[in-house]
């Protein structure tokens, strides 16, 4: 009986974890929102965004409401997105999206991550080039009730993949058209869950399992800094 115990705990901890990561990284994204295009949803999609990204994680409204008048009085306005690429052990290109209010201490967690994992940070374009800048959306299936009618009407907005993946489908749009695919779909009245730009890799690299094992814990590693967002890679 204590030993299912304290696998349930363990489970119910994680959970947790990574419950609170969600919500200090969509914190973050309201931050950044808010500076640059004001606290009104209405008036700033990328506000917009995030707020639906909130609800996706099943933030609370009063934390995303707290995070916006946080937000608006500059509590969090120190906020800055910053782009870190490398290899992960293996030769495994790594594109790594932050959110700090103090860059020198995000690269320097970074480098005892990077060094603590077998891994290398290179310098700005080092991998950028196996890497194409995507929208990806997901919808729930049950939202949208004729998946053929919508395909082919959102083609028209930059739609480029449409791709049912469980309850889900999970649109792709290339990073220029992302905003027109987003006014395409709330014309259509279609609520996404999340709404968010990926690092999509052009080339993937398939490795044996115990080293895709050995990169899939250190890009682990990374997730857990507080200040990293995303962690984008080319692992098959």
Not at 175 to 198: D, P, Q, T, W
Request: glycine share 6%.
């Amino acid at each position: 009986m204590g030993r299912i115990f304290e696998k349930r705990k363990y489970k119910m901890f994680a959970r947790y974890d990574r419950m609170a990561k969600a919500f200090t990284k969509i914190g973050r994204e309201i931050a950044i929102a808010v500076r640059t295009g004001g606290t009104d949803p209405a008036h700033n999609p990328r506000l917009r965004m995030a707020v639906q990204n909130a609800k996706g994680v099943n933030m609370p409204k009063d934390r995303v409401e707290a995070a916006i008048h946080r937000a608006a009085a500059k509590d969090a306005s120190g906020f800055e997105e910053v782009l870190y690429e490398g290899y992960a052990p293996h030769g495994i290109a790594v594109m790594i999206e932050c959110a700090t209010d103090n860059p020198n201490r995000t690269i320097a967690n970074l480098r005892h991550i990077f060094r603590d994992g077998g891994a290398s940070i290179g310098n700005s374009g080092s991998v950028a080039f196996l890497f194409e800048r995507k929208g990806v959306t997901k919808v729930k299936a049950s939202a949208i009730v004729d998946p053929d009618a919508v395909e082919l009407e959102l083609i028209d907005h930059g739609l480029e993949d449409f791709e049912k993946i469980d309850d889900e489908f999970v649109l792709t749009s290339s990073f220029e058209n992302f905003g027109k695919l987003h006014r395409a779909l709330e014309s259509l009245k279609v609520e996404a869950i999340s709404s968010e730009l990926h690092y999509l890799p052009t080339v993937r690299k398939e490795l044996p399992e115990d080293q895709a094992k050995q990169v899939l814990e250190f890009i682990e590693s990374v997730e857990a800094d507080e200040d990293v967002q995303a962690v984008h890679h080319n692992l098959q």
